[in-house]
Nanobody, 113 residues
Framework: QVELVESGGGLVRAGGSLRLSCSAS????????MDWYRQAPGKQREFVAR???????TYADFVKGRFTISRDNAKNTMYLQMNRLKPEDTAVYYC???????WGQGTQVTVSS
């Protein structure tokens, strides 16, 4: 059974950094397009970033230049490096495999002002 597990969330001050991880069991992450999404309180879940199987990436406009999505194939893990965090980045962050809509359980990121 394939499972996605996020980690790395926490509380950070505005301007700080966090790195989120998404590890996959039962599946080779490099064989898949993989996404990061987030959901803030009272808001819909929104797309943050995508890494394609060839390693190319795409980002939502609101994180361009601040967040970097990457993948370590040897560790079967995807990352989201988040720099220059803002209070409006506060949300639960999820990884997703769009091929079948598989989601992880999410990890909370809270950015204080």
């Amino acid at each position: 059974q394939v499972e996605l597990v996020e980690s790395g969330g926490g509380l950070v001050r505005a301007g700080g950094s966090l790195r989120l991880s998404c590890s996959a069991s039962g599946e080779i992450i490099s064989f898949n397009i993989m996404d990061w999404y987030r959901q803030a309180p009272g808001k819909q879940r929104e797309f943050v970033a995508r890494v394609f199987t060839d390693g190319t990436t795409t980002y939502a406009d609101f994180v361009k230049g601040r967040f970097t999505i990457s993948r370590d194939n040897a560790k079967n893990t995807m990352y989201l490096q988040m720099n220059r965090l803002k209070p409006e980045d506060t949300a639960v962050y999820y990884c997703r495999r769009p091929r079948d809509g598989l989601w992880g359980q999410g990890t909370q990121v809270t950015v204080s002002s």
